[in-house]
């Protein structure tokens, strides 16, 4: 299958199968138009004949999910320690925010952090609205602060309430997934799209164009006609094009079926019955102090946008459309999240059943990609999920600087919405941010050591190359065996970890080979390690009997500039040889034994 984003970005994705802990898949890019690789090539090309999963199959991304939603946690106000996190690390999200406002990313953003079902975090920075256009800066007496409950227009984190309102219908059985849109929109079954499904839509896998530009046409006949009209690009469920038309043609559905117009649908069935009394399309004046202006849009026929949609498409579309148009708060998004996490319900709220939320969430694209893509959802996205990334990580982002995850594996969510686009869209990436946000909230998430009261933790961060090294004699016969917890960043470009061995006082290094053990699974590895031991500790041990003398093994992280997975964790660390034990660092690791740069004993 090719993946081609829309943001400007094509490419075409080369798969293949390869061992792992869970009998994984991943994938290696190539440049469009250049021949695909294979990963064996890609790995041997590197001498990296091995690596940790990416994936998981698909009952246990199932699992996951089933496992969350037996609990009906509704919302409260708590603090870190009330949910075992570390709440020093939380504290660092505040930098991270304000560096965001000081570069000029956004003027303002809110941040909020759940974590079985407690809000640790809530914090609100900088301004709400700012600029009186692309350049000009309001008096400061007539710049608003952001507040908590400051109303973010969501763009495409609408087309997760799409998703929703048509998994209901499923439920209903009022339509299925398998039923194609020209069954119950005849007129859109023309240039051979008479046998796009609902399901590819929802999986952006339709064939159909990233978008459309519906705001150039003067009536809503013409827009629709331009819908009905539209042309496939690829042959439907071959590419994952990640598609704006796809999710706008899913709110027509949502109206034909149900009758109800989408605003009126997304208030009566999801919304209204979670109390998401902040939630909605095309806010009132009663509202507009509250809500965060967006872009400068003299082009659109508006000045600066604030309080309607953004998106000039759903705007066209009165605002309401199924890929952009919800407005909402942090805490009304927080509720949604909950929902999902609780299995699709929430109070005496029963929204989804916890099969269609299993569903929503599992990978529906393929088996084989390291990137997943859910019913609506995005799966496993380490550029925004950052260290809490995984197959079973589920979430989305919104053009105008929104975004939320959410890891069933913790009960985590992580929101953070910011009014990137004010004044103007062609501001730098907040990227950073959202990783950085996720990135602390993982490690507020504690691992504690295999054994003991400290284990070495590699840190993280972007661009590093942080050494672990033992000094150590060997005899004949040597061997290396250690518990490890690996979190390591997958995503394209991986993050990776080394394991070394240099007998010549560090002139030259060369890669261990051994296994890690994990339950009843064993894996061959050649000292290369990326993906993750699923946030458990595994045995692993490396054959050391061709080296005897002075040794140096060495344990090496290094990052890309982009996201990090969670980190690497070593303990218990021993060698043996003929005679026994050469080397044993327990009950705790000795500092005074090793060389570290970059690693550190921690406890969590």
Request: charged share 20%; no cysteine; hydrophobic share 35%.
């Amino acid at each position: 299958m090719r993946i081609i984003w829309s943001k400007h970005l094509s490419i075409v994705v080369s798969l293949a199968l390869f061992a792992s802990l869970f009998t994984s898949e991943t994938l290696i890019f190539a440049e469009q138009n250049q021949p695909p690789h294979s990963i064996e090539e890609d790995y041997l090309h590197h001498n990296h004949p091995s690596s940790l999963p990416a994936q998981v199959p698909a009952p246990e991304w199932a699992k996951a999910w089933e496992r969350a939603g037996k609990a009906n946690l509704t919302l409260k106000k708590g603090s870190p320690s009330q949910v075992h996190m570390q709440g020093k690390y939380l504290e660092d999200i505040d930098e991270i925010v304000q560096r965001g406002i000081e570069e000029n990313k956004y003027p303002g953003a809110v941040a909020m952090i759940v974590k079985d079902g407690r809000i640790i975090k809530h914090e609100a920075y900088g301004k709400a609205s700012k600029y009186k256009n692309d350049s000009e800066v309001l008096p400061e007496e007539y710049q608003l602060p952001m507040e908590k409950d400051t109303i973010f227009d969501l763009a495409s984190l609408t087309k997760i309430v799409t998703s929703i309102a048509v998994m209901q219908l499923t439920e209903t059985d009022e339509i299925s997934l398998h039923d194609t849109l020209a069954s119950y929109i005849p007129e859109f079954g023309t240039h051979g799209k008479d046998e796009i499904t609902i399901e590819q839509l929802l999986t952006h896998t339709s064939g159909l164009a990233a978008s459309h530009p519906l705001d150039h046409y003067e009536t809503e006949e013409e827009r629709l006609q331009a819908l009905y009209d539209l042309e496939l690009t690829e042959e439907p469920g071959t590419t994952l094009i990640y598609s704006d038309l796809s999710m706008i043609l899913l709110g027509l559905l949502v109206e034909t079926v149900s009758g109800e117009t989408l605003d009126e649908y997304v208030s009566n069935h999801i919304t209204g019955p979670l109390g998401m009394t902040d939630t909605m399309f095309n806010p009132s004046e009663d509202y507009l102090s509250r809500v965060a202006p967006t872009e400068h849009s003299p082009w659109s026929g508006r000045e600066m946008v604030w309080g309607t949609v953004h998106d000039e498409k759903a705007y066209a579309m009165d605002g309401v459309a199924g890929h952009a148009g919800l407005f909402s708060t942090t805490e009304d998004f927080a509720i949604l999240s909950q929902m999902i996490l609780n299995g699709g319900r929430y109070g005496n709220a029963r929204i989804l059943e916890p099969g269609t939320v299993a569903q929503m969430l599992t990978n529906q694209i393929t088996d084989e990609s390291h990137l997943g893509q859910g019913l609506g959802f995005n799966l496993n996205r380490g550029w925004f999920m950052d260290g809490l990334s995984s197959p079973v990580t589920a979430g989305h982002t919104g053009f105008t600087g929104t975004s939320f995850v959410i890891d069933p594996r913790n009960d985590t969510v992580v929101i953070f919405f910011t009014n990137r686009v004010h004044p103007t869209r062609y501001g730098p990436s907040i990227n950073p941010e959202r990783q950085d946000i996720v990135r602390q909230t993982a490690r507020a998430l504690p691992v504690r050591p295999a054994a003991g009261q400290e284990a070495w933790f590699s840190g993280n961060g972007r661009n590093k190359n942080h050494t672990l090294t033992l000094p150590v004699t060997l005899e004949e016969n040597s061997e290396l065996t250690f518990k490890t917890w690996i979190d390591i960043a997958d995503d394209i470009p991986r993050d990776f970890g080394y394991l070394d061995i240099s007998v010549d006082e560090g002139e030259t290094w060369h890669q261990l080979d051994g296994h890690l053990h994990a339950q009843r699974t064993t894996l061959e590895n050649a000292g290369i390690f990326t993906g993750s031991t699923g946030w458990r500790w595994v045995n692993s041990a490396y054959d050391l009997s061709e080296y005897s003398g002075d040794a140096l093994i060495r344990f090496s992280y290094v990052t890309d500039g982009s996201a990090n997975g969670r980190g690497w964790y070593i303990d218990q660390v021993t060698v043996t040889g003929n005679n026994g034990h050469i080397f044993k660092d327990r009950p705790n690791p000795d500092i005074n034994v090793w060389q570290a740069d970059g690693w550190e004993l921690s406890s969590d």
